[in-house]
Structure formats: structure tokens, C-alpha cells
């Protein structure tokens, strides 16, 4: 939609993988549309997964016992923390719509992803007590997790040896992204690109081109536990 902005965190190491297909057609797409379009490329910049005492430029609330989130949530309104999480908070804050586009590792997302999330999503800036889940900070922008499984769907469902796809789901879209006041769209999963054929792929990325074009109609997900776990 004209005019919107989107930032896309893009956590693959190769630029010809599928991954990287993902996320170039929604470059193009979303930029066809009229959008503003942003892409953190995690590997690209290479960083900084790991949540330290470096996050702090300015000086401690307690030197004498390190707690990382009493630290950046002081380090966040005194305008403290390190020049890589204050440039990613600031393409967070101005997007309508964040994508994160990624394979998953382990049921999760990878290490360089996991850390943007701990890093980057800091109270104060993404959270606070009160002010999580419907009344979090980043309320009224969307998320959606667009991503690849090396396995196939049917090994993703409830009778399938990983279970259902929506378990995995719930860390991540719940306990991060609803958390922080995000309304999550349903998820774009492609199963097991690399057992597909080309011509298989080629669909896959079609159809979340073909998705991207009206994602901005979507209704969010229902974000509570049935949705994940059934009744």
C-alpha cells in the first residue's frame, strides 16, 4: 500500500538461497505497491547476536552486579545504548509492517535473529510493566514470520512426527511478537524447498508474491492460545 513502511529482517547467509528469493520478490513487490522498504540483513551486517555489557555505552546503574535488562531499560531513556540496536529500534519504530524472513533452526529462528530479538526488543523501547501484549509499545504496527522448513507440511501436522506447525509458532508469535504489541498476520511457511522440484519452488515464491499483494487486507491472527493448541 502507498506510502507504508516495511522493514524486512533477513537472516540468511546466502543471497542466491530461497530464502534470499523471498525476500528479494518482496522487495519488489511491496516497492511495486508504492512502499517504503527497508532490509536488515542480519549475516550482512554482521550482528552482534549476543546480549553483553557493550549494549551500554554510557555508565552502570549497578557496576558491581551486571542485569542486562535493568541495564538497557536505563540505558534506553538515557539514550545509552550501543549505535547497532539504536539504528534497528529506529527502523522498528518507523515500519507499519515488519517481515521476518528466515529458515528455521531447531524449531526457532537462527542464533543472529534470536540475538536482534533479545537485543533490540528492550523494555521501554518494545515492552513495559504495564504495557505488554494488546497494550504493547509497538502496538499497531504488523508482523508476519515468513519462513522455510527442511521438512515437508505433512511432518509439520498434528499426526506428523513434529507435530503441528502452530506449536512452534507460539514462542515466537506470542511470547515475542504479541507480547510487544505487534498484531501478527498468519505466518507464511514454505515446507521443505529443498526436497521440492524447481518448478515446486517456483510456486512457492509466487504464491507469497501473489499473498504480498493483498497482505494489507488481512485480518491478524486471534493470538491466544487456542489458535496454537486447539480448544
Excluded at 527442511?150 to 499426526?159: C, I, P, Q
Excluded at 521440492?196 to 499473498?211: H, I, L, P, T
Amino acid at each position: 500500500m502507498a506510502g507504508k513502511k516495511v522493514l524486512i529482517v533477513y537472516a540468511h547467509q546466502e543471497p542466491r538461497s530461497f530464502n534470499g528469493a523471498l525476500k528479494d520478490v518482496a522487495v519488489a513487490e511491496l516497492s511495486r505497491q508504492g512502499c517504503s522498504v527497508t532490509v536488515s540483513d542480519l549475516y550482512a551486517l554482521n550482528f552482534e547476536p549476543r546480549a553483553t555489557g557493550k549494549d551500554i555505552t554510557g555508565s552502570l546503574s549497578n557496576p558491581g552486579f551486571f542485569n542486562y535488562g535493568v541495564e538497557t531499560h536505563e540505558a534506553y531513556k538515557k539514550r545509552s545504548l550501543s549505535s547497532d540496536i539504536i539504528e534497528e529500534q529506529k527502523k522498528l519504530q518507523e515500519a507499519d509492517l515488519v517481515i521476518f524472513q528466515f529458515p528455521l533452526y531447531w524449531f526457532s529462528v537462527p542464533a543472529v535473529l534470536k540475538g536482534w530479538m533479545d537485543r533490540v526488543l528492550c523494555q521501554g523501547f518494545a515492552f513495559d510493566f504495564p504495557g505488554s501484549y494488546d497494550d504493547g509499545l509497538l502496538k499497531g504496527k504488523l508482523a508476519i514470520l515468513s519462513l522455510t522448513t527442511a521438512g515437508t507440511a505433512s511432518m509439520y501436522s498434528k499426526t506428523g512426527v513434529n507435530g503441528d506447525f502452530r506449536y512452534f509458532l507460539w514462542p515466537l508469535q506470542h511470547g515475542t511478537l504479541h507480547f510487544c504489541g505487534f498484531k501478527v498476520l498468519a505466518p507464511q511457511i514454505s515446507f521443505g524447498p529443498e526436497m521440492a522440484s524447481e518448478e515446486e519452488r517456483k510456486k512457492m515464491v509466487a504464491s507469497w508474491a501473489q499473498r504480498l499483494k493483498t497482505l494489507w487486507e488481512e485480518e491478524p491472527i486471534h493470538c491466544s492460545p487456542p489458535w496454537y493448541f486447539g480448544q
